[in-house]
């Protein structure tokens, strides 16, 4: 049996995702990690998240399948000694922010989150779904490389070079905004895209058609996206409408070339007023305070009105509707993740370089992975870093962990007569001796 690496069975375990925690019930104590307990339902709740197949058989494995657990606890040590609980505070507001906004959604605009079947297939239709194109991408150096280059394969001459060709590529999984007009081309059609600089020259290769059948599922999401984003800017008006929200115009422009005072009143409403100092500080609780300044009057207005409505009206009607108390079960489970989160990436991911020259033989050796891909430009550069920088962690976490085991050893005790009576239990279970 191939036994999860530490890092994959965190992960497989559940410890990084949200899920709702089992129903209370007397539970034996298999292990204590510092003041924190592992209880058999801990255990079972964790062993149901592996993957198919995963379960341990001999006693071996069932102790690197309950390791896991404890490198859970051990981390979550560790964070706390390093003082991070105070750093997650702005990422569980954020999810905080996000749950109730689901929630508020699916209660005030439900009926225009659903859709019947025909939609569906007038969707499909509509958002060119059916017909699907393959992509011959040859990067070049600079804009008059790319032209020349786009010149020559128009009158038919075979260019060298390292050209790739992408998988089967949807308009609705195309990855990159760029590709979209691609979509509209005939086979044979020469385009340059240029991305930040960077400049590819790209031939549809060929097409094919797909149904509403074959790509269902796609569709499906598509579509759950957009009528998501259709509710949002209902419930935006619907919310703005309610509170008498009304934007100082003269503010706003003033705010667009940064020249209003932070006391000069942005906006009022029946919830409160707001000033160019409240703005800026929602901006930062938001997580917005590092984008642009939009010079667009009209543009500007929908972003502070949007800003008001989500820091001042949604908590608000949240606490109306009780939903901000029925997010309590999960805070705790939530807050863990997050620190975990942020202890990896201080001692993880802060010390992984990455340089360009590794980052071409991470993609030349996953080229065909990225092949399927409809990214372009820096797009795909920064989906490879992300891969890489994941492939160069693990060996970093398996140094760290082993020495968090070390450092807490004396803090880790794991009951062996209740984990044998566990296993023991499982494996009855599994395998039931028929009479």
């Known amino acids: ?52 197949g995963s379960e341990a058989q001999p ?3 069932w102790r690197r399948q309950f390791q896991a657990l404890i490198d859970k606890e051990l981390l979550l040590l560790e964070a706390r000694a390093q003082g991070l609980d105070a750093g997650v505070a702005e990422a569980m507001a954020a999810w905080e922010r996000k749950e109730l906004v689901e929630a508020l959604l699916v209660r005030e605009m439900g009926e225009q989150l659903t859709y019947a079947e025909t939609e569906l297939t007038a969707f499909f239709a509509e958002s060119g779904a059916g017909r699907e194109i393959r992509l011959r991408r040859l990067p070049v150096r600079d804009r008059a490389t790319a032209m020349e280059a786009l010149r020559k394969i128009q009158r038919g001459v075979d260019l060298a070079g390292a050209w790739s060709e992408s998988g089967w590529l949807n308009a609705l999984n195309a990855g990159d905004a760029r590709v979209a007009a691609l979509f509209l081309q005939e086979v044979g059609n020469v385009e340059l895209v240029e991305t930040n600089g960077q400049f590819l ?50 503010a706003l422009r003033q705010v667009a070339t940064g020249a209003a005072h932070p006391e000069v009143r942005l906006v009022s409403s029946a919830a409160g007023d707001w000033s160019a100092a409240d703005y800026q500080q929602a901006l930062a609780r938001l997580g ?18 949007r800003a008001f409505v ?58 065909q992975r990225y092949a399927r891909s409809g990214a372009l430009g820096r797009t795909l550069q920064a989906q490879v870093a992300r891969d890489l920088r994941d492939a160069k962690a693990a060996p970093l976490f398996e140094r760290y962990i082993e020495q968090l085991r070390e450092k807490y050893a004396e803090v880790v005790a794991v009951d062996e007569g209740q984990f044998g009576e566990f296993v023991s239990q499982r494996r009855q279970a599994a395998n039931p001796v028929e009479l």
Request: proline share 4%; hydrophobic share 45%.
């Open 310 to 367: 989500v820091d001042q009206i949604l908590p608000q009607e949240a606490h109306k509707h009780g939903l901000d108390a029925e997010l309590e079960p999960r805070r705790a489970e939530v807050r863990e993740q997050k620190l975990i989160q942020a202890l990896w990436e201080r001692e993880i991911f802060a010390h992984i370089q990455i340089d360009p020259a590794q980052l071409r033989t991470f993609y030349e050796a996953n080229a």
């Open 59 to 61: 006693l071996a494995d």
């Open 288 to 305: 917005a305070d590092g984008e642009p300044l939009l010079a667009d009057v009209s543009a500007l207005g929908f972003k502070v009105t």
């Open 1 to 52: 049996m191939e036994l999860l690496k530490p890092q994959t069975a965190l992960l497989a375990l559940g410890l990084w995702a949200c899920a709702d925690a089992p129903p209370e019930s007397a539970s034996a104590v298999l292990a204590r990690v510092g003041e924190a307990e592992i209880s058999e339902r801990d255990f079972a709740a964790a062993l149901e998240k592996l993957p198919t």
């Open 201 to 250: 020259v790209v031939v549809i290769a060929a097409e094919r058609q797909v149904s509403l059948a074959d790509r269902r599922s796609l569709v499906e999401a598509s579509l759950t996206r957009r009528k998501k984003q259709q509710a949002n800017l209902a419930y935006l008006e619907q919310l703005t409408n309610q509170y008498a929200v009304q934007l100082d115009t003269a």
